[in-house]
T-cell receptor, first 115, second 111 residues
């Protein structure tokens, strides 16, 4: 199966530590998205890439968050100086630009708990 | 700004039909989606509908779109216990590429 994969699936960290998550999109997909989902809520958009270019960032993405997609394939999302409010599920999705309709396929998510 | 609303909870008996409703505010929505999320898992795409359609059927799933009222529904026929999950509607609109999700409807199917 060549769906979207994310690593790690779970991460527990102490407040103030840095964490990095990885997402591997479906291989032929040129767009990659990061979303954050807090308990009992729907996912909220954070940022997206087309190939290696980061084209849009949400206001939710504070200065402590940085995302990269250096070769237009996998992406990393780093959170510096984590806070308890960063505890959430971080979801990655990918899509292929194929005309007007573009379906985003999601990975299993990385669940972050900040103590 | 855009906003997507869903009711929180729906309980049905196995074999009945389930209808999950969603309202949205952005009239420039182009595509509307339904995703399913099981506990601790990512989102699974169920179906989508283009905004110039009013109905789409895919096996046990029927999507109805009332663009005038900005109302979207997902009907699941012959609901099974395996359909128990959280269902999210989401929209994508002309101005952007990100999905805007509702808060999700938790479907519980009783045997």
């Amino acid at each position: 199966d060549t769906g979207v994969s994310q690593d790690p699936r779970h991460k527990i960290t102490k407040r103030g530590q840095n964490v990095t998550f990885r997402c591997d999109p479906i291989s032929e997909h040129n767009r990659l998205y990061w979303y954050r989902q807090t308990l009992g809520q729907g996912p909220e958009f954070l940022t997206y890439f087309q190939n290696e270019a980061q084209l849009e960032k949400s206001r939710l993405l504070s200065d402590r968050f940085s995302a990269e997609r250096p070769k237009g394939s996998f992406s990393t999302l780093e959170i510096q100086r984590t806070e308890q409010g960063d505890s959430a599920m971080y979801l990655c999705a990918s899509s292929a630009t194929q005309g007007p309709q573009e379906t985003q396929y999601f990975g299993p998510g990385t669940r972050l708990l900040v103590l | 700004g855009e906003d997507v609303e869903q009711s929180l909870f729906l309980s049905v008996r196995e074999g009945d039909s389930s209808v999950i409703n969603c309202t949205y505010t952005d009239s420039s929505s182009t595509y509307l989606y339904w995703y399913k999320q099981e506990p601790g898992a990512g989102l699974q795409l169920l179906t989508y509908i283009f905004s110039n359609m009013d109905m789409k059927q895919d096996q046990r799933l029927t999507v109805l779109l009332n663009k005038k009222d900005k109302h979207l529904s997902l009907r699941i026929a012959d609901t099974q216990t395996g359909d128990s999950a959280i269902y999210f509607c989401a929209e994508i609109y002309n101005a952007g590429n990100m999905l805007t999700f509702g808060g999700g409807t938790r479907l519980m199917v009783k045997p």
